[in-house]
C-alpha cells in the first residue's frame, strides 16, 4: 500500500471539491439537450456562437444553458426535457411534441454550440430574448446572459435592460441575423468585446 504524506499541501493530489473542473461533461449534458423546438415547428430558429476565453481561445468544455418563451411570449409550463421510463428508468429524451422551453448544449472542440428553439415572443415591455446560463472551466460561479434577437430596433432601444446597457456594449447580446432563420451569438468570457454578464440579487 502507498501512503501519501498528507501534512503538506504540495504532497496532497486535489480532489474535484478543490478545483474548477470542469466536470459537466460527466452527468450534465443529455442527448437532444439541444433540440428545444418541437420537430417540424415553423418557427424553429437556430442559434449558435463560439464560447471563447479571455485570450480569444475557444473552450472546448463549456456548458450554455438556453431558456426562452413561446411565439406569443408565454413562458413554457411543459416539463418533459429530461424524461426517464418509469419501467426501465432510461433516458427517453422530449417527447417531440411540446416546447419546454429549456435546453442544454455543450460545446465542441473548437468552442462552438448550438441550440435550436422557437422564436421567443415579447414579454411586456422586453423585447424578445433568450435567457442564458453560461458554465466554463475558471469560473467558480456561472454566468447569465441575454440573446437578443434582431429585427425590431425599436424594441431593442425601449427595452428595459438594453437601455441601461451603455451603448458601445449592447451590441454583446444582440446576435447576428444569417440565413435561414439563424442567429449567431458569440460569448467572450474576458477581455476586448466581452460579452455583458447579468447579475441576479
Do not use: K
Not at 24 to 30: C, I, Q, S
Amino acid at each position: 500500500m502507498t501512503r501519501i504524506d498528507t501534512s503538506r499541501p504540495e504532497t496532497v493530489l486535489p480532489t474535484p471539491s478543490h478545483t474548477v473542473g470542469p466536470f459537466y461533461g460527466h452527468a450534465l449534458p443529455f442527448r437532444g439537450g439541444e433540440d428545444i423546438a418541437p420537430a417540424g415547428h415553423p418557427d424553429t430558429i437556430t442559434v449558435h456562437g463560439y464560447v471563447t476565453d479571455g485570450a480569444g481561445a475557444p473552450l472546448p468544455d463549456a456548458l450554455i444553458e438556453v431558456w426562452g418563451p413561446d411565439p406569443q411570449g408565454n413562458l413554457p409550463t411543459a416539463d418533459g426535457s429530461m424524461r426517464r421510463d418509469p419501467a426501465s428508468g432510461g433516458f427517453l429524451g422530449r417527447n417531440g411534441v411540446e416546447f419546454t422551453g429549456w435546453g442544454r448544449a455543450q460545446t465542441d472542440a473548437d468552442g462552438h454550440w448550438y441550440a435550436r428553439t422557437l422564436r421567443p415572443g415579447p414579454r411586456g415591455r422586453h423585447a424578445p430574448y433568450l435567457a442564458v446560463c453560461v458554465f466554463a472551466r475558471g469560473l467558480l460561479v456561472h454566468l447569465y446572459t441575454r440573446i437578443y434577437l434582431p429585427g425590431d430596433a425599436a424594441a431593442l432601444a425601449a427595452d428595459p435592460l438594453l437601455s441601461r446597457v451603455e451603448e458601445g456594449r449592447r451590441d454583446t447580446l444582440i446576435a447576428a441575423e444569417e440565413e435561414g432563420g439563424t442567429y449567431r451569438f458569440d460569448i467572450r468570457l474576458q477581455g476586448e468585446g466581452e460579452t455583458v454578464f447579468l447579475e441576479f440579487q
